[in-house]
């Protein structure tokens, strides 16, 4: 074979050997395209089933899993039988509550007491009066105070039906929510009177009920003196204090709180919020 020819052959081989190489990366690259746009079938990997076709308005709409914090587990209330009475916590801890506000003439007053101490507290809270004292609620919020649920109009819910009970209570969560930022995680019913009804409906809110450990009986006006004696004579770790700012005269109670909350700092008492145990 003449030289001529040999070098004539082993050029025609290199091309048809580019070609085909040429033809394999075509075909992989289109494989590719094809699988993230959905223009045609992906072809099947070299082991295991065979890749299923995705359309490209799926994979739009499908956000990739694999990025992003994962999701968490839906948050459970418990049904409760009845309202706990204490809460838990570290050391020498109290929970101060307020009950059927907010009130324009005395809420502020309580307010600026626990402003001035860096206090936190709990405020039940009706719906009723929420619509005539919205800024109380914001202010609650900006200062970290807890707004808890005591229904629309503070009725005895042992008397009511179910639908009403929930009424009583959704609108109050509403408004609050409106109001606060934020739907509010507990709930007290008035007066003290729970039934299975009221525990169930406030689970399904979202909800957890709080009862008291030291009712000051701030509503019978009984005096300056005998409101702040009970308040520091019942002091104990895990005590919920029961005040009220609003429905009556609570001036009494604006000025037992600036005794026995002092006192109480200086006794060593840690005041603050409770926090919620999800299922």
Request: charged letters at 25%.
């Amino acid at each position: 074979m003449k030289k001529d020819q040999l070098l004539t052959r082993l050029l025609t081989r290199r091309r048809a050997l580019i070609a085909g190489a040429g033809a394999v990366g075509a075909a992989a690259t289109a494989g590719v395209i094809t699988t993230v746009t959905g223009d045609g079938p992906a072809s099947a990997p070299a082991a295991g089933p065979p890749a299923r076709p995705v359309r490209s308005s799926a994979y739009r709409l499908q956000p990739v899993t694999g990025y992003g914090p994962p999701r968490a587990a839906p948050r459970r209330t418990l049904v409760h039988r009845e309202a706990p009475l204490k809460v838990s916590g570290r050391g020498r801890t109290m929970v101060l509550t307020f009950d059927d506000g907010p009130d324009p003439r005395f809420t502020p007053d309580i307010l600026d007491t626990l402003a001035e101490y860096d206090v936190r507290a709990m405020f039940f809270v009706c719906g009723e009066m929420v619509a005539g004292g919205r800024k109380l609620l914001a202010r609650m919020a900006d200062e970290g105070h807890v707004v808890g649920n005591h229904t629309w109009s503070h009725p005895l819910l042992t008397r009511l039906t179910r639908r009403r009970i929930r009424s009583e209570m959704e609108r109050t969560s509403d408004v609050i929510e409106d109001a606060y930022g934020e739907r509010p995680e507990w709930f007290r019913a008035p007066y003290g009177a729970w039934n299975r009804a009221a525990f169930q409906i406030g689970a399904e809110l979202g909800m957890e009920p709080l009862g008291w450990t030291v009712d000051t009986l701030d509503w019978t006006t009984p005096g300056v003196r005998s409101i702040a004696n009970r308040v520091e004579h019942g002091a104990a770790p895990g005590v919920v204090v029961l005040s009220h700012d609003a429905g009556g005269d609570r001036s009494q109670s604006v000025r037992a709180l600036r005794r026995y909350l002092p006192e109480l700092l200086d006794s060593g008492y840690h005041v603050t919020v409770p926090r919620r145990h999800y299922a």
